[in-house]
C-alpha cells in the first residue's frame, strides 16, 4: 500500500536533513581522518587507493631531532602553562563567583578579554611589549603569552563548576560544626577539584596547540611542535607531518575523554 | 531566666559596630588576595601591552630600527588612503562576512539536530563537535592541504578517473582558504545556536505543530527567531575570528594571498615596519568592531521581548 | 533540655521586611512549626536561628544565653535542608560522621552513635553507599540521621518533606513526629503545608508577611482562630458579618447577622453593637429538611445550589435568603439533591466569633 502524500514528503524532508547534517559532521572530521590515515600510509605522496600500511613516518617523526625538540619543549611549556594559569584561574573564578558583588561582571569580561580578543593582535601587542622592557625571545615571554590565551579557560571551567555548586552544601556543613576553612577544604574542595583538573587539562591542550603567540614570541633556534609542524608542512611534502599531526590529535581525545569523564563536556561554556 | 522584654535589645552601639566593619573589611579583603595575582598579571600582560601598541602605531616609522623617535598620525593615514590596504582590508572583511554566513547556513541545521535527538550516541556528536577545536589549527589545515593540493587527494582521483586531466584549483587560492576557514571556525557557531535552541522549550515547538504550523513552519516561524541571541552570538565569534585569522590564509592560500592578519605579521617579522604595523592591526580591529556594532544594532530590535 | 527563645527577631532585605518583631519562646522538647505561605518570613526565621541570616535587630537565646553573634558553627544544632544538602563525594557513613569528627568524637564512639541513629531512621546496611545511590526517601532519612546523630541542642527542619510524594511524605510525618518525641529534642520546623505542621507539631505559629498571627495547639487554630487570614489559610470557612447584639453568658455572644440571629463563641470580653464576624467550618454543619426541635442549634435556610460527591465526603453549596452561599460537608451518604430547600444546623459551640 502507497504511503500517503505528506507523510512520503515529511518522510524525504527528514531523510534529507538527516543527509545534510550527517554530511556536515563528515566535513568536520574529514581532515583528521584523512591525517590519521595518511599517516599510515606506505607510500610517498597520498594517493588513492593507499599503497598499503606501514609507520615508517612515525619512525620519521620519532628519528627527526627537530620535531622530538620541539615536542620536549611543547610538553615542557605547555605543562608549566597549565600549572600557572590553572593556579591563577582557580583563585580569580573562587573570588569572582563568592566574593565580587556588583565587579563581577566586570571582572568576568576583563578575565576572558583574551579569549575575546584575536590572538595575533595579543600576540603582536606582547611582543612589542617584550621588546619595550628588553625581555623580547625569552622563555618567560612565551611562558606569559600561553598563560595569557589559556587563562580564561581555566576560569570559565572552574566559574561553572562553582556557579553549580549546591550553597546548602556548605550551609550543612557549617551546621554541623565545621567553621569556613574547614568546610572550604572537606565540601567546597573536593567538589570542584574535577572542574579544576578539567581547566587544567583545557589549558594544557589549547597551550599546546597555540601558533600566532609562539611564533611571535619564541626565541631564536627555539620552537613549539605546531611552528616545527607548520615549517614542515610549507616546505616538505612527505607524510612524516601526518605522523607528527596524528601523535597530536590523539593526545587532544585522550584529554578530551578525560574531561568529558570528570565534568561532562556539556557543562562547559565558552 | 530571662524572659523577652529583659532580654530585647536593638544592634549595639558604634563603638562595637566599627569593630563589626572592621572585620568585615579583613574578610572581604583577604577574600582580594585570591583575585590580585590575576589581575596584576592581567594588567601587565593584556592592558599595558595594548595601550603600547596603540602608542606604538603614532610612532615614526624607519628603516634602520623597529621604529623612530616622534609621533605621527601617517600610519593610518598612509593605510587608509592607500588603495592596495583599503582592498586588503576589504578582502578580509568580505571573507568574514562570507564565512560567516555560509558558518550559519551549514552550522544551525547541525546544532538543531543534537540539540533535539534523542539518540544515545548524543555525547560522541558533541565530541565531534569539539574536538576537531581543540586540535590544533596547524593540524586541520594540514588535512586540507593532503585533501585539496594540486598533487592531494581529491586531485590524483580526479586525475585517475580522468575527470579533469589538469586537476581542479582547489588550492592556493580564496577557495581553499574559505573551506580552511569554515571548518575551523564552524564549532564557535553551532555551539552557541546549540545552546540556545537547548534553552527553547520543546513544549513550543509541539504547541505551534499541534496548532497546524508544519515541521519547516515551525523552525522558521518559532525555533529560529527564539534562537536568534544564539545565531548573533555564533555570527559575532566566527566574523571576529575569521578577519583576524593568520595560519589558515598562509597555509592554504600562500604567500600571494593576502588578507589583514597575514600581511600585518608580515610587516613586523619580515620587514620589521612596527609602527605601520601596529596601525594596521587596529585599523583591522575598529572596522570589525564597526561592523560587530553594525550587526548588533540591526538585530537587536528582531529579538525584542527575549531576555 | 534547651529552651529557645526568639526576642523582637527582625530583618530587613531592601525595603522589603522579611521578619517584622517576632518573639516566641519554645520549651524544652517542644516541636513548634512555622506555618505560613511562602515569603512569609519562616524560613528567615529558621536560618536566623541557625546563623545564616544576621538580623537587623533582636536577639536567639538557647537557655537563656544570647547567641545571636556567635557563628552557627558554633551553635550546637542540627539542620536538615529542603534538598537534603548530603555531601556527594561521601558515603552516608562519612556524611554521618562529619558533625562527630567536627566534635571530635572517637572512632569507637562514632562507630556506635552512627550505628545507633541508623538503627533508629531504619537505614541499617546502607552506610557505604553514595547519596546518589539511595531514594528521595532513604536521602531524607540520612538528613535526619545526620542531623540527629550530633545530639544537637536545638533540631531545625526546613520543609524536610517538600521533595516527597504525597504518600512517602504522610508516613514520614508520623515518622518524624515520633522520632522527635523519642529524643526529646527541641525542634522547630518550616512548612507550608497545613495539614503535616498539625500533624507535627506540639504548637503551630502561624505566620504572614514577617509577622505571627497566632501561636497555638492545631486544635485552637483549627477550631478558634484568630483572625480571617488564619481562618482562611487552614482548612475551609464560612464567614458571617454581623454585629454584636447581647452577652448571654461568659464567652457566650449572639450575633444578629442578615442571616438572622448566631449563637457563637469568643474567648474575648466584647462590647454590644461591635462588628463581628463569625466563622464555621464546613464540617460542623448539618443539612435537614426540616427546622430542628432544639432551640439552643443555629438554624439558617436555604437551597442546594451544588453537590460534589468526593469518596469521603459530600459537599454541599447552599444559598441562602440574602445571596451568600454556605459551604457545607457531610457525610457521603449523607444526598440533598440540588434545588431542595434545607436548613443549615450548627451547634453554638462551633460558632467562633473572629476579632480583628
Known sequence: MAMPADKLRARVTRTMFLGFVIAAYCFLLLPLVIVVLASFNAGELLTFPPQGFSLRWYSHFFNSAPFITSLYFSLRLSAVAMVVSTLLGTAAALYVVRFAGKWRDVLRLLIVAPLLLPEVLSAVALLFFFYSIGLRKTVGALVVGHVLITLPFVFLAVSSVLYNFDVSLEEAARSLGANKFRTFRRITLPIIKPGVISGGLLAFIVSFDLFAVSLLLKGIGVATLPIQLFDYVTWDFDPTAAAVSTVSIAMTLIMVLLIEKLVGLRSLRF | MATPNQVAWQRPTIGSHAGHRARAWLRANAALLLVSPTLIFLSCFLVVPYVNMLVMSFRNPSTTSVFAPGYTIGNYTKALTDPFYLGVLAKTIAFGAVTTLVCMLIGYPVAYHLARTRARFKGLLYVCILSPLLVGVVVRCY????????????????????????????????????????????????????????????????????????????????????????????????????????????????????????????????????????????????????????????????????? | MTTLTISGLTKRYGELVAVDDLSLEIAEGELVSLLGPSGCGKTTTLRSIAGFVEPDAGAILFDGVDV????????????????????????????????????????????????????????????????????????????????????????????????????????????????????????????????????????????????????????????????????????????????????????????ETPLGDVWCRSALALPVGDPATVVVRPESIKLTRSPPNNSELNCIAGKVRDRVYLGNIAGYRVVCADGSVIQVQEQPWHVSAVGDEVHCVFESDLAWIICE
Open chain 2, 143 to 307: 588535512g586540507w592541504i593532503i585533501l585539496l593540493a594540486n598533487n592531494g587527494l581529491i586531485n590524483n582521483t580526479v586525475k585517475q578517473m580522468g575527470l579533469a586531466p589538469h586537476g581542479l584549483p582547489l588550492m592556493y587560492n580564496a577557495f581553499g582558504v574559505g573551506v580552511g576557514l569554515v571548518h575551523v571556525f564552524l564549532p564557535f557557531m553551532i555551539l552557541p545556536i546549540l545552546s540556545a535552541i537547548q534553552s527553547i522549550d520543546p513544549a513550543l515547538e509541539e504547541a505551534a505543530r499541534s496548532l497546524g504550523a508544519s515541521r519547516i513552519g515551525t523552525i522558521l516561524r518559532v525555533v529560529i527567531p527564539l534562537s536568534l541571541p544564539g545565531i548573533q552570538a555564533g555570527s559575532i565569534l566566527v566574523f571576529v575570528l575569521t578577519i583576524s585569522a593568520y595560519v589558515i590564509p598562509v597555509l592554504l592560500g600562500a604567500l600571494k594571498f593576502k588578507i589583514m592578519a597575514t600581511l600585518v605579521i608580515q610587516l613586523l617579522i619580515d620587514a620589521f615596519l612596527w609602527p605601520f604595523g601596529a596601525a594596521l592591526a587596529f585599523i583591522l580591529s575598529a572596522s570589525g568592531a564597526a561592523v560587530v556594532y553594525l550587526f548588533i544594532r540591526v538585530t537587536g530590535p528582531l529579538m525584542k521581548g527575549l531576555a
Open chain 3, 68 to 255: 545571636t553573634t556567635l557563628a552557627p558553627e558554633r551553635r550546637d544544632i542540627g539542620m536538615v535542608f529542603q534538598n537534603y544538602a548530603l555531601f556527594p563525594h561521601m558515603t552516608v557513613r562519612k556524611n554521618l560522621g562529619f558533625g562527630l569528627e567536627m566534635r571530635r568524637i572517637g572512632k569507637q564512639q562514632m562507630a556506635e552513635r552512627i550505628a545507633k541513629v541508623l538503627d533508629i531512621v531504619q537505614l541499617t546496611g546502607l552506610e557505604d553507599r553514595y547519596p546518589r545511590q539511595l531514594s528521595g526517601g532513604q536521602q531524607q532519612r540520612v538528613a535526619l540521621a545526620r542531623g540527629l546523630v550530633i545530639e544537637p541542642r536545638v533540631l531545625l527542619l526546613d520543609e524536610p518533606l517538600a521533595n516527597l510524594d504525597a504518600k512517602l511524605r504522610e508516613e514520614m510525618r508520623f515518622f518524624i513526629r515520633s522520632l522527635q518525641k523519642g529524643v526529646g529534642i527541641t525542634t522547630v520546623y518550616v512548612t507550608h503545608d497545613q495539614a503535616e505542621a498539625m500533624v507535627i507539631s506540639d504548637r503551630i505559629v502561624v505566620m504572614f508577611d514577617g509577622r505571627v498571627r497566632q501561636v497555638g495547639s492545631a486544635t485552637e487554630i483549627y477550631l478558634h482562630p484568630a483572625s480571617r487570614e488564619v481562618a482562611d489559610f487552614i482548612g475551609l470557612s464560612n464567614f458571617i458579618e454581623g454585629r454584636i447584639k447581647e452577652r448571654t453568658e461568659e464567652g457566650r455572644y449572639t450575633v
